[in-house]
């Protein structure tokens, strides 16, 4: 969809008018000025949501009327979560159709697939915004059980450890993603930590994450020697999935809680970055080949050192490409900075991994990141 406008004059004989155009089709279609007030509400929207246009034309559309949120249930009406808003601001259209959540007149929840692109007029300037949404009720109910399983296969319980401050940001792109992590605790002292990313999106990736869930659970016993662990891994899933063209990047870490140190395995992946208690960062290793490429590889095992303060920090693609309006990659050092800026705002120099999701979303030019986001944190605090 783009933002150019419906002509009257195109048609034949011009006799159809835009409202009437608008008004014909099966999806819904509202249409808002900058400040997102609901100019045009079609008949479809009326029939998607129960709201009619008499009650909805006049108000803002998050004036408590659709509500949006997304999968995991944050809020997108406020001005940098609005996919619409982030449409009229950036003057950019939704790259691919984006699946929330609508509250219908009734007060139930619908999913939705959602388009959104401004509204220009002859000069060029952004006069508004339309969005096109679709009732997506009969299609995700075996997406949303995808959903819970892929969840369930990630959630990690950690005990309490006055040593360490561990914090895990996960945001697939769409229902389900291609990242996957673990982080345990192997027994008092030591902890492990693995963060992946599968080649692709959505559904096949994710279905490759649980086969990664699967190996690590059958090859738990190895989890404390990485290079060994790795490399059973490389060679189980090079076994099982490769002729189907998978691989998948991985950083596995093992931490000791009593002194700080690190023993680091990088398949394909980029370095974890540590940043020291006065903000200087630093790269772990050298990368060596992707999990699942070639049937026989070893790993080289790469060791560091946390000192009290200091913060350890994993992450996928995701937060490294990302564009801004001028098509900049934001890349790995665009990364640290975005972290350095916001521990410089504590007295404590902590890093919050919501705040950074949040400046990674507000560095790119798009209505939400291009690719599954994880971020893991490791704070050694004594």
């Not at 360490?164 to 008092?188: A, H, K, M, W």
């Not at 189980?236 to 990047?249: E, I, Y």
């Not at 050298?286 to 070639?294: D, K, R």
Request: hydrophobic residues 40%; charged residues 20%.
């Amino acid at each position: 969809m783009n933002s150019t406008a419906f002509l009257a004059d195109d048609l034949p004989n011009g006799k159809l008018t835009e409202p009437q155009l608008l008004n014909s089709l099966a999806d819904g279609v509202y249409i808002t000025d900058t400040n997102r007030k609901i100019l045009f509400w079609n008949r479809a929207a009326e029939r998607i949501t129960g709201w009619s246009a008499a009650e909805v034309v006049g108000r803002s559309c998050h004036d408590s009327l659709l509500c949006h949120v997304d999968k995991d249930d944050n809020c997108l009406c406020g001005h940098d979560t609005c996919p619409l808003h982030r449409s009229i601001v950036t003057n950019q259209p939704s790259a691919e159709p984006l699946l929330l959540f609508a509250k219908c007149k009734s007060q139930r929840r619908m999913p939705v697939e959602v388009s959104v692109a401004p509204l220009t007029n002859a000069a060029g300037e952004t006069i508004g915004g339309i969005e096109v949404f679709r009732d997506l009720r009969h299609d995700l109910h075996d997406l949303l059980r995808a959903k819970s399983i892929q969840e369930q296969s990630l959630t990690s319980h950690l005990p309490s450890d006055r040593r360490v401050d561990i914090q895990i940001v996960y945001q697939p792109r769409s229902i389900v993603g291609g990242d996957f992590y673990r982080v345990e605790q192997l027994n008092t002292h030591r902890y492990v930590f693995l963060i992946a990313d599968a080649i692709g999106h959505g559904l096949a990736a994710a279905l490759y994450t649980m086969q990664l869930r699967m190996l690590w659970d059958d090859h738990r016993d190895k989890l404390s020697t990485p290079a060994y662990f790795m490399r059973t891994l490389n060679r189980r899933l090079h076994a099982l999935v490769h002729d189907a063209g998978f691989f998948c990047t991985a950083t596995f870490v093992v931490y000791d809680a009593t002194c700080g140190h690190l023993r680091c395995v990088r398949a394909g992946h980029a370095s974890p970055i540590i940043i020291r208690s006065d903000l200087k960062p630093e790269i772990i290793g050298q990368s060596q080949s992707a999990l699942g490429m070639w049937p026989d590889v070893s790993y080289t095992e790469f060791q560091a050192q946390l000192a009290p303060g200091d913060t350890l920090l994993m992450f996928t693609d995701g937060a490294t490409e990302v564009f801004d309006a001028e098509d900049n990659q934001l890349d790995q050092d665009g990364l640290v900075r975005l972290a350095h800026e916001q521990m410089m705002l504590t007295e404590t120099h902590d890093l919050n991994l919501p705040t950074l999701a949040e400046k990674l979303l507000a560095y790119s030019n798009q209505i939400h990141l291009a690719d599954d986001l994880t971020l893991i944190k490791l704070r050694r605090i004594q």
